[in-house]
């Protein structure tokens, strides 16, 4: 069975979150108004459904009140299920979201993806209608400061053609980034490398569980940010449990934001997870 950090490490490209080996995301747009809020998913933890059966698993997500996907990239996610949809264009993909009655404008691309093959995930992309390319991680666990200097810098000239194209890059943290080299966090020195008109950041809730809020990188970052996943984690069961069931002030959160200048949130759980923090959410 192929893992997350399995796919990462095996195929030299960086996917999602490596910390949350089996998660799913949720999204919430237009924070800045509770009425405009949507929800949705991110595909990873439901690989093997969609694989399966596209557009059913995509229906049964809709009908739990989910309105959004984020999806993996089939152009870069190989040896895993999304590869089953890269004989699709983006266009036909995309009509099998729609009719889901779900809507699909942000994805994540490994780095050797977008390195190796930007023009064609920027093809992709625009067929899909997606705004937001998600870089999923530089998947440099053991890196230097130099190294990530360096990833930083290869990110932003790739972000430049993606803005060039209309679309908004961006990076997505894991645990590691809130690793110290030296005494310095990288995470902190990712935030002075990177561009932050070129590359905003979708920032991970799921560090909550190491001690690093993400209400704080809003405030202390403000308008760096355009989506964040959606975690929830319980100190007593050492384990991520539903939204609104743990840790994480949620209020809070959402009113830094704002802050922050977050316009996608998405959920990053196990898939039994879903239902519960939907419900959490839109009581909200």
């Known amino acids: 069975m192929t893992t997350r950090r399995s796919f990462i490490k095996t195929s030299g490209l960086a996917l999602g979150s490596a910390s949350l080996l089996s998660a799913v995301p ?7 108004d509770k009425n405009s809020l949507s929800y949705g998913f991110q595909t990873w933890t439901l690989r093997d459904q969609l694989g399966e059966d596209l557009p059913g698993t995509l229906k049964m997500m809709a009908e739990k009140g989910y309105k959004e996907v984020e999806f993996c990239s089939p152009l870069g996610y190989k040896d895993t ?3 089953k949809f890269k004989s699709m264009s983006g266009t036909e993909l995309s009509k099998i979201i729609d009719d889901s009655g779900l809507k699909c404008r942000s994805s994540h691309y490994g780095m050797g993806e977008l390195r190796d093959d930007l023009q064609k995930s920027i093809d992709w992309s625009l067929e899909m209608g997606i ?27 790739i972000g430049l053609k993606i803005k060039e194209a209309g679309m908004q890059a961006g990076f997505h943290n894991h645990h590691m980034e809130f690793e110290k080299r030296n005494g310095q966090l990288i995470y902190d ?27 704080d990188y809003f405030r202390k970052y403000p308008g760096r940010f355009i989506s964040s996943h959606l975690a929830d984690w319980s100190n007593e069961k050492e384990a991520q449990v539903p939204i609104g069931q743990g840790v994480v002030d949620w209020p809070d959160f959402f009113e830094a934001a704002k802050i922050g200048g977050v316009k996608n949130f998405f959920v990053e759980m196990d898939p039994e997870t879903f239902s519960p923090s939907a419900e959490y959410l839109n009581s909200m």
Do not use: H
């Open 26 to 32: 949720f999204g919430l747009s237009g924070c800045s």
């Open 81 to 83: 299920p999304f590869e």
């Open 131 to 157: 705004t937001q390319m998600m870089c999923a991680s530089f998947w440099l666990p053991e890196g230097s400061m130099d190294e990530y200097r360096k990833a930083c810098d290869e990110l932003n000239e």
């Open 189 to 215: 020195i990712l935030m002075e490398e990177l561009d932050p008109e070129i590359v905003k950041m979708q920032f991970q809730v799921a560090v909550i569980s190491i001690g690093y809020k993400a209400a």
